[in-house]
């Protein structure tokens, strides 16, 4: 049986996943700040031949300050230089990695994310990937000239809509519409350039988008999250999708589910990549992987420890620490997020102090061990066919993304399940998916 090629993103949010990240002595506390920290990492991760580097982003600071004093001793996504502004300055340092950053289709117009991706797959050369997301903090919401967030129903039914607007206007000009004719004074072909005119409930669109002739045809959609709303959009519109399942039963679920929806879009199945989260913690032995580990653990601040359940579940401060964990005391923030927890709760009859523990040094999903044990997990994944790659999210940068590129990927080479060279100049080209066809072509080929 031909052994499946697995895709690799490499997660860069801020100084690793681990909460307590920011403490570890071979990490650089503003790390954040700093341009030269996010250049080494993207180096790296190119070193490795990952397909792309990925940017979450919020606009504004989600965590909160509570338990009172918490904030001020996580370092978790407080201040990160804005990702849209970096990744240019990225592209021009890399050859070959895929750059893809979030965009929140609540606080933007999709005019302005049409026009900024499309620029990004102009500079880089065609790898610019949008991760679309809807932003869900009243944090954010309070930046943005409202007192609280979107409900959850508006939020996915603009999303859905901003989307297709965005997809609308990367299509606005056919291929080969700018002929820069000197001699006849003609600079575009007529034909080939169309109005968007969209009208909808959330959006009125005209176009044409003022840029054009992007490498990629369009850039890569990414989407992540596992509500139904979020699983219909991966399924119509995304090329990547970052998932977040604890096990290979719920993974291959989820992934039969949102690839059994493409058909009726008229997608085939392999057009999808799905890439779980999957947080590798190596060492030359499992000894020394778990000696890792411990060691951020011990960095946790008890406060910030219980700030997570708090984000996560509400105020459980009024609970027994060693007593089993309550119902959720608040409404989600993300919905998912909450059920896969209480789910794990009640699987392994955690205490909220487990719950704590398991929160602070969760970061998408730690596996423990040597490349040989991570290799085997990762082909376990990819043999049960419920994945075609994986999200990559260190605990810690740089150590993370270096130990996963000096130790794993050799190891994936040598299973035959990696590549050893980029296949493509495109980030489409090397996640193997189809050229993108503007849909005005297909109307002329079906005409």
Known sequence: MTKRMMKLGMSMRGLGYHVAAWRHPDTPADGTLSFEHYKGNALMAEQGLFDMIFFADG??????????????????????????????????????????????????????????????????????????????????????????????????????????????????????????DRASSIFYDESKMHLLNHVGKHFQVKGPLNVARMPQGRPILVQAGSSEPGREIAAESADVVYASQDSIPAMLGYYNDVKGRMAKYGRDWDD?????????????????????????????????????????????????????????????????????????????????????????????????????????????WMDADCCDGFNITPNQLPGGCEDFVRLVTPELQRRGRFRKAYEGKTLRENLGLKPHTNRYVKQHATA
């Open 272 to 380: 999808l990549k799905i890439m779980p989260a999957l947080c590798p913690i190596v060492g030359t032995t499992r000894a020394e992987a778990q000696a890792k580990y411990d060691a951020l653990q011990e960095l946790v601040d008890p406060l910030v420890a219980m700030a997570r359940a708090y984000n996560a579940l509400g105020d459980l401060s009024s609970f027994p620490l060693d007593g089993p964990v309550p119902e959720p005391q608040a409404e989600a923030q993300v919905r998912s997020h909450q059920e896969r927890l209480m789910k794990l709760v009640r699987e392994n009859n955690w205490t909220i102090r487990d719950l704590c523990r398991y929160l602070a040094g969760e970061g998408g999903s730690p596996v423990i061990g040597t490349a040989s044990d991570i290799c085997d997990y990762m082909e376990e």
């Open 59 to 180: 606009i504004g600071i989600r965590e909160k300050d509570e338990p009172k004093g918490s904030l001020a001793r996580s370092g978790f996504e407080i201040v990160e230089m804005e990702p849209m502004t970096l990744l240019p300055a990225l592209a021009a340092v890399t050859q070959h990695i895929g750059l893809v950053s979030t965009a929140s289709t609540t606080y933007n117009e999709p005019y302005h994310v049409a026009r900024k991706f499309a620029t990004l797959d102009l500079i880089s050369g065609g790898r610019a990937g949008w991760n679309v997301v809807t932003s869900w903090s009243d944090a954010e919401a309070q930046n943005f000239n409202r007192a609280k967030h979107l409900d959850y129903d508006t939020r996915y039914e603009r999303a859905q809509e901003f989307v297709e607007v965005v997809k609308g206007l990367w299509d606005t000009w056919e291929p080969g519409a700018f002929v820069y």
